[in-house]
């Protein structure tokens, strides 16, 4: 009877010690993948905030390839360039597991942000003057446009429009003849040729106009709608603006019919297609002729 309860005793404490046995690797069990669990989002976070400083290196290195016209800026984004390099270096050869350090760069990525933002915001000052030159280009190309247009609308105006714009105190242009001449100064149809333009033209009588020594100028407009011109500091008046000019010519007007030539040698063979000849005097546009160039 001793015997069997001896048995029974030892096999209840089998049991407990199967028990908890499962029960310690149940408990390592679930450790263990939470532990995987951790390390695996720390390296997910580690591999997300390289590829965020990555980006911000790509950011420097586009701004350090500017042609930025500042010693001081250009020296200071070198710097920070630096900075960010460095710091990339570190986080590769940094353990996931290291949470602190981690925490520790992403404040640091947190600053550089913020210094490439005040960066941008120095480096588009400077590109303020740029900005205003495009600006003020695209104001003369829309002026060209404009012109242009009025000079078509001027030939459809009728008399009364003519007053209105104080017509009868202007010289008037009455025609005008292209000629494409050669280097020998001769008259070519070759296109490949051509290295001079040769402009005739003629101002009608006026009585009303003042009389005395006048300068026209004559500003030719290509295809495309571009302003032929060899000095880009040759400008006159029209209408109160500043524009540029192709060539010029100054003669004394005494209220008779009077002829003229101009001449305008050209930096390359023009290309075929129709061109436009504007004429002013006075800061007012006397006349305007649409001409074409072939082979």
Do not use: W
Not at 81 to 90: A, F, P, S, T
Request: glycine residues 4%.
């Amino acid at each position: 009877m001793n015997e069997e309860k001896k048995k029974s005793g030892l096999t209840v404490i089998a049991v407990i010690l199967a028990l908890a046995l499962i029960a310690l690797g149940v408990v390592y069990y679930l450790q263990h993948r939470t532990m995987t669990e951790i390390v695996e989002q720390m390296e997910f976070e580690k591999e997300q905030l390289t590829e965020e400083y990555e980006d911000l290196a790509l950011q420097f290195d586009g701004y350090r390839n500017l042609d930025i016209q500042n010693d001081s800026l250009q020296d200071q984004l070198s710097r920070e360039q630096q900075r960010v390099q460095d710091l990339l270096e570190e986080l590769r050869i940094t353990k996931a597991t290291s949470a602190r350090r981690i925490a520790e760069l992403k404040k640091e990525l947190t600053t550089l942000r913020a210094v490439m933002v005040d960066y941008v915001r120095q480096i588009d000052s400077l590109n303020t003057t740029n900005t205003r030159l495009t600006e003020e280009n695209n104001r003369y190309r829309q002026l060209n446009n404009t012109i242009t247009r009025e000079n078509t609308a001027i030939k459809n105006q009728n008399t009364q429009l003519q007053e209105v714009v104080n017509r009868a105190s202007m010289l008037e242009l009455t025609s005008c003849k292209i000629t494409t001449l050669n280097k020998r100064d001769r008259k070519t149809p070759i296109l490949s040729q051509v290295v001079k333009l040769q402009v005739d033209y003629e101002i009608a009588k006026n009585v009303t106009c003042d009389p005395g020594m006048k300068t026209i100028y004559l500003r030719l407009i290509d295809p495309n709608g571009e302003l032929l011109q060899n000095d880009t500091t040759q400008v006159c008046l029209f209408e109160g603006s500043e524009i540029g000019y192709s060539s010029s010519q100054t003669f004394e007007y005494e209220r008779e019919a009077m002829a003229g030539v101009l001449y305008f040698k050209l930096a390359n063979t023009p290309q075929q297609g129709y061109y436009n000849a504007d004429f002013i005097v006075d800061g007012n546009l006397i006349g305007s002729y649409p001409f074409e160039i072939r082979k």
